[in-house]
């Protein structure tokens, strides 16, 4: 009891143990005691004592408390004592750590006590990234505790979230390293942001912020744990840019996930998250009650979608960017608080900054921004209203920078807007009453304010930027320069500010404005013949820049002379020579003489080495900590390093050497003309043969449609041969029909001769066509003959055995297709025998045996020659099957198959044209035996008329059934 009352601070009657000793003792206790609530009374004690003690306690209990978070996982109370006490030795909060290490006294609290309190603050943080690395050089202690934030209970979670949090700020790689590589390690804590516990949850966001500072890898994977879903909706609920702290804290986590990281960037503009950023800008009419917390949290939510549009991205996914900004309305609400009264300036400037890099190269978006007015009376452009603030030298010196940049943005790319702008300058679309973008440049490059000068000429030299048809036109400019002279040009306006300032005080003529017309000439002239013969049509342009060039002056106009060595170079390097004066040649003579070549190249690298040119060089946005510094524009520092290796050679070159390279360069023209006639050659032959394909493909879609026609005809062939053989069903019946009347008719008439030999005229007829028919089947059998040698062909000539297959379905096609075609003509020639025989005998009992034996003959004898076909079939299929390997002229053999199908199938053709005809004929035949017993029974009933007696059927039955009878009876009798 003694002890635990030395530890809770009672007043023992002995010697008071020292703070050391009390932890050592507690210590002890939390390592030897079996009861938990010894364990956990000795754990609250050095809780308590782990602010003021920080260095006894994590030296001497660190090991302690991780054992403690190791076994006593059942009870919460130990747990949550033993996590806050690692938090307070390892955390290096400023408040904490004044009282603890280095207490100051009460009368130094409020004086400069700058250097002893950094030097406490430094002594804790190292103190707490020595115990930091203590803890996590096993890194089984990290992963532990992952696992206990997987305990719902508050007194553990929340005292783990915050330790990691310390962890991550002490030693951020080491521990991203072991979150990352543990199992659903990240998302244990990306649970935390749905903790229904807004302190957990606010805290799991701080954790979460330290989780991706740097860390590619991490970033992925907590965006794709449906961090931007989660974090917008926490936006949402907390009211937006009107929210709290925690609105701040969601922010910058979304801007660790997207700045520098092109995946998550596409993920959030896939997730259609850019369209929930809209009404975060919705800003009301009064705009006078701005707290800190909106201001800051608006500044954020500006960076964020300057994240999504940065000039760093790739171009594919920042002008996708800008799209879906400009289609979901992001834009529109941008340029509604740009135009909006009452907005604080650093939102102003940064809403400014904003826009410009939303409408950066997206020819759409700045044709939108082109048409915004300010809400005035009259209505003017946002760009004029925009291009006042910069040349009005009382606006803060940030915002004429942003407006710059805007300017800059609004004409990178858009040669539409450089026109427009050049067109406000132009004689023709002057408006006295009005104030347009050019005169406001125009003002602003002539003021005496050297800022507004600047400004001036680097926003018109973008106007200028390679537009060689702008710069044309803008040599049409001319300024009044006072009543009674004669009206300038603005080139000649530039330049003899430039002289003249020079001539009256070079010192106070400021280098800022004389590097802002510098750079504005350089950008006018280069690439421009046109404007470099102006230029060099004012005699006094040259020995000005010779005299700049050539004297020795201090520092400050080391820089001026090199950009006059740089107009000079570009005024040798596109000359055109039109200038008898002012030649090439000339113009390097000159430079020789005065300057010296390679003083003038010294002149000339001076550029680029200047500090400040890096520093323009690096990206687009003009950012100056001064006024001062503010000498180099982002373009043109790419224009610079273009240009100064050409010019370096041209100066050297000798007039031969350019006569060479004039020589090479017609000879690539040339080139070039014939590699572009190739070119077109290609692109006929490609034509072509896009044409060819399509025709092919025609081709092709009508062969199958032929095809498919073939294919219903041969079914339509089919259905007629089964019509055919109904008929001829029906036709066998009326034949015996109409045989037994005649018959009659011949026996009772014997007048009628005349019918007779017409009939038997139509049966030689009959036998002309069975004639032809024979003559056909020997055509049959010659070609089966033709057949056989191209079979034995076949054999001799055996290339592959898999084209053998080929080779024999294809035979036994056409053998099957003779077959059965013999076999038709076989039943064809049986149907005209017996249709012969039937009017044979109708007629009368004169056609004699030979004739009947004759046809019996001939029939034997097809029947004979069939067999032997067949026979002769059989035989090729046993060589056809024996063929040996080694076939050649395949293309050869398939194309004389083909002409055989052909063949074969104009034969099948010929055929079938034959069955419809001798159809026809049969039905010729019987409409004459109709007509034949029509006149038959016409003349029966003449010759019952005239009293002749003539037997009907019926009657001629009767007698030749009694005839029938007494035969019977005389046999019998007999």
Same mark, same amino acid.
């Given at each position: ?191 935390? @942001? ?419 040119? %890096? ?57 070039? %003309? ?98 032809? @028919? ?119 053999? @398939? ?80």
């Amino acid at each position: 009891m003694n002890f635990f009352r030395g530890v809770m601070g009672g007043q023992p009657a002995g010697p008071q143990p020292s703070g050391a000793e009390t932890i050592q003792k507690l210590c002890d206790r939390v390592a030897s005691s079996t009861l938990l609530e010894d364990r956990r009374d000795a754990v609250r004690a050095l809780k308590s004592l782990s602010k003021k003690y920080r260095m006894e306690v994590g030296t001497q209990a660190m090991d302690h408390l991780v054992h403690i978070l190791q076994t006593d996982r059942s009870d919460s109370e130990i747990l949550g004592y033993a996590l806050d006490t690692l938090y307070n030795i390892i955390c290096n909060d400023d408040e904490e750590e004044q009282d603890a290490v280095t207490p100051v006294p009460l009368s130094l609290k409020h004086k400069n006590v700058s250097m002893p309190d950094e030097n406490a603050q430094k002594q804790a943080d190292d103190l707490g990234v020595q115990f930091t690395d203590k803890f996590i050089q096993d890194s089984e202690n990290v992963t532990l505790l992952l696992s206990l934030l997987e305990e719902f209970d508050f007194h553990v979670r929340w005292p783990g979230v915050k330790l990691l949090t310390a962890l991550l700020k002490n030693q951020c790689a080491q521990v991203q390293g072991v979150i990352l590589v543990s199992p659903m390690g990240v998302s244990r804590l990306m649970d935390l @942001l749905a903790d229904s516990r807004e302190v957990i949850r606010n805290d799991g966001l701080l954790l979460l912020q330290q989780l991706t500072k740097g860390n590619g890898a991490i970033q992925k994977i907590v965006a794709f744990e449906n961090a931007f879903e989660r974090l917008l909706d926490i936006i949402t609920e907390e009211g937006s840019s009107d929210g709290g702290i925690v609105v701040e804290d969601c922010l910058l986590l979304l801007l660790n996930l997207l700045k520098n990281n092109s995946s998550n960037q596409n993920f959030f503009k896939e997730g259609s998250y850019i369209q929930r950023m809209k009404p975060w800008f919705e800003v009301g009419d009064d705009n006078s009650g701005w707290s800190a917390q909106k201001v800051t949290n608006l500044h954020l939510m500006l960076q964020l979608v300057r994240v999504m549009v940065s000039p760093v991205n790739s171009p594919g996914a920042t002008a996708s960017c800008q799209k879906s900004m400009y289609q979901c309305g992001l834009l529109q609400q941008l340029c509604t608080i740009l135009m909006a009264t009452g907005v604080p300036a650093d939102i102003l400037t940064e809403t400014i900054n904003t826009v410009s890099e939303v409408i950066r190269g997206s020819q759409i978006n700045q044709d939108y921004f082109a048409s915004v007015n300010a809400p005035s009376n009259p209505p003017r452009p946002a760009i004029v209203v925009l291009l006042m603030s910069m040349v009005n030298e009382r606006q803060p010196f940030v915002l004429r920078c942003a407006v710059l940049y805007c300017f800059q943005c609004f004409l990178y790319k858009n040669q539409k807007g450089q026109g427009e702008i050049v067109a406000t300058l132009l004689p023709s679309t002057i408006d006295a009453n009005t104030i347009s973008a050019g005169q406001l440049l125009c003002g602003g490059l002539f003021s005496a304010d050297s800022l507004s000068n600047w400004c001036a000429a680097v926003a018109l030299a973008h106007a200028l930027q390679d537009n060689l048809t702008q710069k044309e036109q803008l040599l049409r400019v001319q300024l009044a320069t006072s009543l009674g002279k004669p009206p300038v040009s603005l080139l000649q306006q530039c330049t003899n500010i430039l002289s003249q300032g020079d001539k009256i005080n070079r010192r106070g003529s400021k280098v800022q404005t004389r590097v802002g017309l510098l750079m504005l000439l350089c950008t006018w002239i280069n690439n421009c013949p046109i404007a470099v013969t102006h230029f060099l049509h004012n005699q006094e342009n040259v020995p000005f820049l010779t005299g700049q060039i050539s004297e020795n002056l201090g520092e400050d106009e080391r820089l001026v002379q090199g950009l006059c060595a740089l107009l000079l170079g570009i005024c040798i390097y596109y000359n055109d020579n039109s200038l008898e004066n002012y030649t090439k040649e000339k113009l390097k003579q000159l430079i020789e003489k005065r300057i010296g070549k390679e003083n003038f190249v010294e002149k000339l690298c001076f550029i680029t080495k200047h500090e400040l040119y %890096s520093r323009a060089a690096q990206k687009p946005q003009p950012v100056f900590s001064s006024p001062e510094q503010m000498l180099f524009d982002h373009e043109f520092t790419k224009l610079v390093k273009e240009l100064e290796g050409v010019i370096t050679k041209a100066v050297h070159k000798s007039s031969e050497e350019e006569k060479k390279e004039e020589e090479v360069k017609k000879t690539l023209e040339q080139h070039d %003309s014939i590699v572009t006639q190739y070119k077109e050659l290609i692109r006929e032959q490609d034509a072509q043969i896009q044409e060819l394909k399509e025709q092919v493909a025609s081709m092709s879609s009508q062969n199958e449609q032929m095809q498919n026609t073939v294919t219903q005809q041969l079914a339509q062939i089919q259905q007629h041969k089964d019509q055919y053989n109904i008929l001829k069903v029906k036709l066998g019946k009326d034949n015996q029909s109409q045989t037994n009347s005649q018959e009659d008719s011949s026996q009772v008439n014997g007048l009628q001769t005349e019918e007779l030999t017409q009939l038997r005229e139509e049966v030689e007829e009959l036998r002309k066509q069975q004639a032809l @028919l024979q003559t056909q089947l020997r055509d049959k059998d010659t070609l089966i003959n033709t057949l056989k040698s191209e079979a034995a062909q076949t054999v001799e000539g055996t290339a592959a055995a898999s084209d053998e297959a080929e080779l024999l379905k294809e035979l036994e096609m056409l053998r099957s297709q003779v077959q059965s075609q013999s076999t038709e003509i076989n039943q064809l020639q049986k149907e005209r025998q017996e249709l012969l025989k039937r009017p044979e005998a109708g007629s009368s009992e004169t056609v004699s045996s030979s004739e009947s034996s004759t046809d019996t003959a001939k029939q034997a004898e097809l029947e004979n020659r069939l067999a032997e076909q067949t026979s002769e079939v059989e035989r090729l299929k046993e060589e056809v099957r024996n063929m040996s390997e080694g076939r050649v002229g395949l293309e050869q053999q @398939l194309a004389a198959a083909t002409s055989t199908v052909a063949v074969l199938q104009t034969e099948k053709d010929k055929l079938q044209t034959e069955v419809q005809e001798s159809k026809k004929e049969q039905d010729d035949l019987l409409m004459l035996l109709a007509d034949q017993d029509q006149k038959i029974h016409s003349l029966k009933k003449k010759l019952k008329d005239l009293g002749e007696m003539v037997d009907d059927e019926d009657d001629l039955d009767t007698r030749d059934q009694t005839d029938d009878d007494d035969e019977e009876e005389d046999d019998e009798d007999n």
